[in-house]
């Protein structure tokens, strides 16, 4: 109840005080938000290179790994699946039971 009260008060001056200070408010405001769009314009161009640059690393690590694999070694991973699907079939199974 006591932080309703305070939120209340506080809107209640703050409103007050844009309109008593309306034109000092859009000063600030006008100062401001060059500032914000400039600083999220700069984060926008640093992620966007960051995911190029992942992107490249990852273009690259491909290539790297088609290089060296062998066209029978997937044939092997495929089979180890299928049998610890197996396994886990059997362990599910055997929970069911109980």
Known sequence: MKTLIGGAIAAA???IGIAVWWSQF???LAGTIPVM???????????????????????????ESEDT????AGEEEVEKY?????ELKGEIEEL???
């Open 69 to 72: 694999t062998s066209p029978g």
């Open 13 to 15: 001056l703050g409103l």
């Open 96 to 98: 069911k039971k109980e």
């Open 82 to 86: 299928k049998k610890e699907i197996d």
């Open 37 to 63: 769009l400039l600083l999220g314009g700069a984060l926008a161009i640093y992620l966007g290179f960051d995911e190029l640059k992942d992107t490249w690393k990852k273009g690259e690590e491909e290539e």
């Open 26 to 28: 859009l000063m600030v």
